[in-house]
């Protein structure tokens, strides 16, 4: 890297062999050659079709094409159909997701604007911004997007507004002389200026140091560009479940096909049970319920503020263990605000200055009369900080329009960022009076008198002593402080530099980019639910730990740091300290990465919260990015997964709550379908072991998984969260969906459904009857996974719950019950779906053997209910014994 800002100006202007008078066209040609266009690089996409394809890239998909082809050789029409209709269907799905993800580096190129002004063979021309090359002499001025990256070698007052790379709200003074340092953190060089950011004031001549791909925003498409997407912890539990699902379905099904030839079963007859087994195995609508529950999730998350572009991020949502938050529009207003008034010899809040006391009143003319920026209905033009003058006097109800008309400005000096000063002359009660605002350190040299209640007087050693330790006391605090003076003149005329000597001080005015209001209550929520709350900002350590301490991320024992102290550690030392450090200052696109990798690294899951193009690699990198929706520019919202459309960081902690809650809705859906299909398992496999005909067609096996099952599994989907859900820790980044207890449960429930259906089957007598006893066991596994929806709602009985407190899960049971009567009754159906008449007291049986596995498992909810509430009565009793004891 070259180190540009710390080069003199004459010996960069050599190192690029050009004058100020420009590049000739053959230098700007050769430059091109040499370093190509002004543009960013993108890889090469993937195709419709290669995307397409890559979605038959799974075990699971594997085994039901194989189930399919074997049931297409075996002329069995409608499960071939219905089969590679779900592979299809999937692939689609799969395809059209893939084409809504990244479209970063297309918004880093809208960034650069469409044409540039340089000056070249000694004329000022305006060309595209691609054609802009190193050596290029730039000229730029108020309003102007800089094009790429650069050395300062003329500045007229320039002010560039860089907060969309390095998170600083305020605009940065940019200087000519070089900076004399080995190492400087990007928005300390302030002889530079950078490609995407915005000329706020002044004007400059700079000098092309970087285009393309070599420019900071550059850099920052490269990073994006390596960094990889990660999985949500469903994703990962999923993909494991679903290769750990696929090796046993494989095992079982050439047990069973073993198992048939041993028996001397046609070959086709042993494939058809082997099929059937693999249907029955695979939870085909498990990917399409997971995707619509969170669907369903990000539609709810919709109405609070929260947009979901990627829709697994729901689930990882309610994981998230660390935040990462950015400070400015993210954790503050993005707007500057006055704090603190040292005027009459006293620390005052903004609110409680005062027109009464003149010289409050004094103060605050000098502030809006010496000042060119207005707020108007909203709509707040010029400086922040000359902004947040005038809005303090919107508070005690002074216009700034009409006291500049009543006080016109006769004469002036504007601000420049050498002298540090700006001056202006007015008429007030008939004097002459020249206000002029600045650094302390520039005013306090020049001012001979103060003004008190008691009047003008000389400034003592002890007045510049206590004005020095309330400037020393603000800044410590984080508050950006200016100091205001005036001085009386014998005439109306142009002002000069010779003026601004002989001051009367009137006072400081502090301010600060303050919290949001909600953002204390905010982190005190993360804090509950088991969340570290971490501010990472580009603005300076000062500033940054002022405001988190104020709401509550830095606290006692915590660090703050800056980049530069980030360089300096090697990965495995910032892993040792990072749960120590609690805010970053200074920090460049690369430390954002390194700190979120470093929590990664720990096993923890990652939210990061930004609103600038500087995030955009760390959103990325981030198992959950999350971008700001009003503040934020659109590369950060194009490599974000969640877009909050309030930019209010109190919504986040609400969705944590929503992706909780979706979570445990996610896992009892899962809950369902893996249980449902254990029965059909077990069913297949206890036929097989015994020698008894098969119970099921492989067609009854995918009515039952595709439709019966998957509208009571959405409807599980729409339980209620619970509200005390943020009390709880957040789960570990290795912690499976499917432990111990969870596999038991659905081992049991599904146990419990395979054997009153096998007792069906038993009824309807396969051995003489067996497309009777085939119809009846199919019957009644259906009616029990019916029945079972209701039990897969949550941990509570259905009385806990609330029989009709989730409607949707009646209306599933309800559709579901039609469709089953619809293939058991109607004729065509009864063909299509391998069904035989029964008479009634089957029917009857089969009613009555598929509720009784609800039936015991909402007993056993009940049971245990029961016992949980008097052992919580008990312990309650003994509390209250032991108190009356205390009292006693």
């Given amino acids: 890297m070259s180190k540009y800002f710390s080069i003199e100006t004459e010996e960069i202007l050599e190192k690029f062999n050009v004058s100020k008078d420009g590049l000739n066209e053959k230098q700007v040609d050769e430059n091109i050659s040499k370093y190509g266009l002004n543009e960013l690089n993108q890889k090469k996409k993937k195709s419709v079709l290669q995307v397409f394809i890559s979605q038959f890239k799974d075990l699971l998909i594997f085994i039901l094409i194989a189930a399919g082809i074997i049931s297409m050789l075996s002329n069995n029409v409608e499960s071939t159909i219905v089969i590679f209709a779900v592979i299809i269907l999937n692939a689609v799905l799969g395809t059209v997701q893939h084409f809504k993800a990244e479209q970063s580096l297309d918004s880093l190129k809208a960034l650069s604007a469409p044409s540039a002004k340089v000056i070249r063979n000694g004329s000022k021309i305006e060309i595209h911004s691609k054609n802009v090359v190193p050596g290029d002499i730039l000229v730029l001025e108020a309003g102007d997007l800089i094009t790429a990256d650069g050395r300062v070698i003329e500045s007229y007052s320039l002010q560039v507004n860089e907060s969309s790379l390095t998170g600083e709200s305020l605009s940065v003074d940019k200087i000519t002389e070089k900076i004399d340092k080995e190492e400087v953190a990007l928005g300390d060089q302030k002889n530079m200026v950078f490609s995407g950011s915005l000329v706020t004031y002044g004007r400059a001549l700079v000098l092309v140091t970087n285009t393309g791909m070599k420019t900071e925003i550059g850099k920052i498409a490269t990073l994006m560009d390596e960094t990889q997407e990660k999985k949500t912890p469903l994703q990962v539990t999923l993909d494991d479940f679903s290769k750990k699902l696929a090796i046993i379905i494989l095992a079982i099904c050439a047990i069973v096909f073993g198992l048939s030839l041993y028996r001397k079963m046609p070959v086709l007859d042993s494939l058809m049970f082997a099929v059937a087994l693999a249907v029955a195995a695979i939870p085909e609508a498990l990917s399409s319920i997971v995707t619509i529950v969170l669907a369903l999730g990000t539609q709810k998350m919709a109405k609070e503020n929260a947009i979901i572009k990627k829709i697994r991020a729901v689930e990882g949502l309610g994981s998230v263990s660390i935040i990462c938050s950015d400070k400015t529009g993210t954790l503050t207003q993005n707007k500057m605000t006055v704090r603190k008034v040292y005027v009459d010899k006293k620390l005052i809040n903004g609110s409680e200055i005062s027109l009464d006391n003149k010289v409050q009143e004094y103060l605050i003319k000098n502030s809006i009369l010496c000042n060119d920026s207005t707020s108007r209905e909203g709509k707040e033009i010029g400086d922040p900080t000359e902004v947040a003058l005038v809005n303090l006097g919107h508070d005690i109800e002074i216009d700034e329009l009409n006291l500049r008309n009543e006080y016109n400005r006769l004469a002036e000096i504007p601000f420049d960022s050498d002298r540090k000063l700006m001056s202006t002359l007015h008429k007030i009660d008939g004097k002459n009076i020249m206000f002029t605002k600045g650094a302390l350190d520039v005013i306090l040299d020049r001012v001979k008198y103060i003004m008190t209640s008691d009047g003008v007087r000389e400034l003592t050693l002890e007045d510049k002593n206590e004005i020095l330790d309330v400037n020393r006391s603000l800044s410590e605090s984080g508050l950006r402080v200016l100091s205001f003076a005036?001085?009386?003149?014998?005439?109306?005329?142009?002002?000069?530099?010779?003026?601004?000597?002989?001051?009367?001080?009137?006072?400081?005015?502090?301010?600060?980019?303050?919290?949001?209001?909600?953002?204390?209550?905010?982190?005190?929520?993360?804090?509950?639910?088991?969340?570290?709350?971490?501010?990472?900002?580009?603005?300076?350590?000062?500033?940054?730990?002022?405001?988190?301490?104020?709401?509550?991320?830095?606290?006692?024992?915590?660090?703050?740091?800056?980049?530069?102290?980030?360089?300096?550690?090697?990965?495995?030392?910032?892993?040792?300290?990072?749960?120590?450090?609690?805010?970053?200052?200074?920090?460049?696109?690369?430390?954002?990465?390194?700190?979120?990798?470093?929590?990664?690294?720990?096993?923890?899951?990652?939210?990061?919260?930004?609103?600038?193009?500087?995030?955009?690699?760390?959103?990325?990198?981030?198992?959950?990015?999350?971008?700001?929706?009003?503040?934020?520019?659109?590369?950060?919202?194009?490599?974000?997964?969640?877009?909050?459309?309030?930019?209010?960081?109190?919504?986040?902690?609400?969705?944590?709550?929503?992706?909780?809650?979706?979570?445990?809705?996610?896992?009892?859906?899962?809950?369902?379908l893996l249980s449902g299909n254990t029965s059909g398992i077990i069913a297949v496999l206890y036929s097989s072991i015994m020698a008894l005909p098969m119970p099921f067609a492989a067609v009854h096996l995918l009515f039952i998984n595709l439709l019966t099952d998957s509208l009571p599994a959405i409807s599980i989907g729409m339980e209620k969260s619970n509200r005390d859900l943020l009390k709880d820790k957040p789960r570990g980044k290795n912690e499976s969906i499917l432990n111990k207890d969870f596999l038991l449960g659905i081992g049991f429930e599904g146990l419990l459904i395979a054997i009153f259906t096998m007792v069906a089957f038993y009824i309807g007598n396969p051995k003489e009857t067996p497309l009777t006893a085939s119809t009846m066991a199919f019957a009644t596994l259906c009616l029990a996974r019916l029945f079972h929806g209701f039990n897969c709602r949550g941990k509570g009985s259905i009385f806990k719950l609330g029989v009709f407190s989730n409607k949707y899960v009646w209306y599933a049971f309800g559709v579901g019950l039609v469709l089953l009567n619809a293939v058991l009754f109607v004729p065509f159906l009864q063909n299509l779906f391998e069904v035989e008449n029964l008479a009634f007291n089957q029917y009857v049986s089969i009613y009555v053997l598929a509720f009784i596995p609800t039936l015991i498992i909402q007993l056993k909810k009940v049971i245990f209910e029961f016992i949980e509430n008097k052992k919580s009565k008990n312990n309650s009793n003994i509390n209250r014994s032991g108190e009356l004891k205390d009292i006693a």
């Avoid at 459309?645 to 969705?655: Q, R």
Wanted: proline share 3%; net charge negative.
């Fill in 486 to 672: 005036y001085r009386q003149l014998d005439e109306v005329r142009e002002l000069t530099l010779e003026d601004e000597y002989d001051y009367t001080f009137l006072g400081l005015i502090s301010m600060i980019d303050p919290p949001r209001e909600e953002s204390k209550q905010a982190v005190a929520d993360c804090i509950t639910a088991g969340i570290k709350p971490i501010m990472i900002t580009g603005d300076h350590k000062i500033t940054a730990s002022a405001i988190a301490k104020e709401i509550g991320i830095l606290r006692d024992g915590d660090r703050a740091i800056e980049g530069l102290e980030i360089d300096k550690m090697s990965d495995e030392e910032l892993r040792e300290n990072v749960e120590h450090i609690s805010v970053y200052a200074r920090v460049s696109p690369e430390h954002k990465i390194r700190i979120v990798k470093a929590w990664q690294d720990k096993g923890q899951i990652v939210a990061m919260t930004g609103d600038g193009v500087n995030d955009a690699p760390a959103l990325k990198q981030a198992d959950i990015g999350i971008a700001m929706g009003i503040t934020g520019t659109e590369v950060s919202k194009d490599a974000a997964s969640v877009i909050l459309t309030d930019d209010n960081f109190a919504t986040i902690v609400k969705s944590v709550s929503n992706g909780r809650g979706i979570y445990n809705n996610i896992k009892n859906s899962i809950k369902f």
